[in-house]
């Protein structure tokens, strides 16, 4: 069984108090980096990996996609998405990532925002994308920044009076799993180098678009630790596209 933190009922109620699950894109501090790594999505078939409550399902139909399939693990998820969807070129599907059988080029676009440190053999995952897209096809995804997961407790340094002194980066050459802590709960995660992430894209037939480390933007500076996000990357935005 792979892990499905989102069904626990306190992890999901903690969850679903986050500005990015209230406010949806809005609330979600890389999105407007994000937006502009998308392709048009009109008229595209598009597969939302770890789709969690829908938002980029939603904004792919409303951008014009004919057909948008969203998966994730967590049925609680999946029932949130599910009413907050109106589009009838919506579907959703649970189902684990790793474990999801498609049709040959049945997507022009794949898509994955902040799910694939959870998988543990993400070459296998990218080769099976590659399958699934047309030729020309986008696969565009966000992840935790191999520098905020290589140490693995992804929490800052502080002093005796409880100040920010750093953020610990240590062991980033030895990929893996990392024990974390998100939300107060135990999280298991997969650290793997910048290298990684990219070099296997290259390996399994895709051409690197664009890769970008998102700063918060300017109008949520103002939110509770935001301005410490500077001291560090946390996230990894990546476009691809087949051969």
């Given amino acids: 069984m792979k892990q499905n933190k989102y069904d626990d009922s306190s992890f999901f109620t903690k969850y679903s108090q986050m500005n990015r699950s209230v406010q949806g894109l809005a609330g979600a501090g890389e999105w407007s980096e994000l937006k502009k790594l998308l392709p048009d999505f009109k ?28 998966t994730d693990i967590s049925e609680k998820m999946l029932e949130v998405a599910s009413g907050k969807t109106a589009s009838s070129a919506v579907e959703y599907r649970k189902c ?13 676009v794949v898509i994955s925002s902040l799910a ?6 993400y070459r296998a995952l990218v080769e099976k994308i590659h399958g699934w897209l047309t030729a020309g096809g986008s696969f565009v995804f966000s992840v935790e920044h191999p520098v905020f997961t290589a140490e693995g407790t992804q929490n800052w340094h502080y002093d005796k009076d409880g100040e920010i002194l750093h953020f610990p980066v240590d062991n980033y050459y030895y990929e893996g799993k990392r024990s974390a ?34 700063k918060p933007p300017e109008d949520m500076m103002e939110l509770p630790g ?18």
């Fill in 181 to 214: 802590v998100f939300l107060g709960e135990p999280v298991e995660k997969y650290h793997r180098t910048l290298t990684t992430y990219l070099s296997v894209l290259g390996g399994a037939g895709f051409k690197l678009n664009r890769i970008v480390e998102p």
């Fill in 96 to 108: 684990a990532m790793e474990e999801l059988e498609l049709d040959n080029e049945s997507f022009d």
């Fill in 226 to 243: 935001m301005r410490d996000e500077l001291r560090r990357p946390m996230m990894l935005l990546v476009s691809a596209e087949k051969e």
């Fill in 43 to 70: 008229g595209r078939r598009v597969l939302d990996l770890g789709c969690g409550y829908g938002w980029h399902c939603i904004y792919a139909a409303e951008q014009g996609a004919e057909y948008v399939l969203g």
């Fill in 116 to 121: 694939l440190h959870y998988i543990e053999d």
